[in-house]
């Protein structure tokens, strides 16, 4: 099982890609994977994360509190406003402005933690901002996402908060509380938890491509170039902002990768249920989902043999 999480861990960008091609370019082979899925298959992403956390985990919120503000604040501000500013400078059409914005507000993706982990950075501080930033969503998304795009679209924040509350808290909490009861089977079953969130992960980027690949061909490049656009001056900035603080490398590492990676995963899910009207607003999610697992992999190479 530990060669399997290897090698999973070590090609993951390449399974993500593979999956993400063929569900784009031959959609009919993913199909059977159904949307109405994702919301599940997130759940199950949050719910093996929420299997992870300990009590010790949230330590680093009261040891490090200023650790966490920063990470915190610089989540909620530097994506948003890219996301916005890139999706105006670039013209999008409103359902994908939509999108982009969403992916924006999202809190960092757990697939972070992961990348920390590889690129030497510091996982303490990775684990205490997504943790944070997950239980911040239900109240920042909606409100961000209002005051972004009030002239723009409408968004119903009710039922992007009751959504976050669903697919992201519960099973968070339903992981930790098992975990907690039964720590030492969890600990067995340890070994199997990567494996079974890039499993996830793939499918819901194969579900969510596949049923919109019709929508990303037409959209052309610009759409491509403003999510990575998006990624990339998000890891930029997020490094800038460790170095403009002074922080170690391993901090200035976690800071760079939670604030480029999103839960595009939820902002997909989300993207359906607050902009109904808007089809194309799942299609940055989408794409991002698919990238930022490329970018994040390389990004891990990069800071792995960068001198400290």
Known sequence: MKRINGFVGRYMAVIVLAVAALALFVPASCLWIQTSWVNWLLMVVMFGMGLTLR????????RRPGDIVIGCAAQFTIMPLLAFGLGKLMGLEAGLLAGMVLVGTCPGGTSSNVITYLSKGDVALSVGMTSVNTLLAPL?????????????VDVDAGKMILS?????LAPIALGFLINRLFSKQVSKAADFLPTVSVT?????????????????????????????LHNLLGYGLGFLLGMVLKLPSPK??????????QNSGLATSLAGTAFPDLAMATVPGAIFSVWHNISGALLANVFRRAKE
């Open 200 to 228: 996830a992960i793939t499918l819901i980027v194969a579900a969510v491509v596949s049923h919109n690949a019709e929508r990303i061909m037409q959209t052309g490049a610009v759409v491509f170039a403003a999510v990575i």
């Open 252 to 261: 200035k590492k976690a800071l760079s990768i939670e604030i480029g990676m």
């Open 55 to 62: 009590p010790e985990d949230f330590l680093v919120v009261v």
């Open 140 to 152: 920042l998304t909606p409100a961000i996402t209002w005051l972004l795009l009030r002239t723009t």
């Open 164 to 168: 976050i509350l669903q697919v992201v």
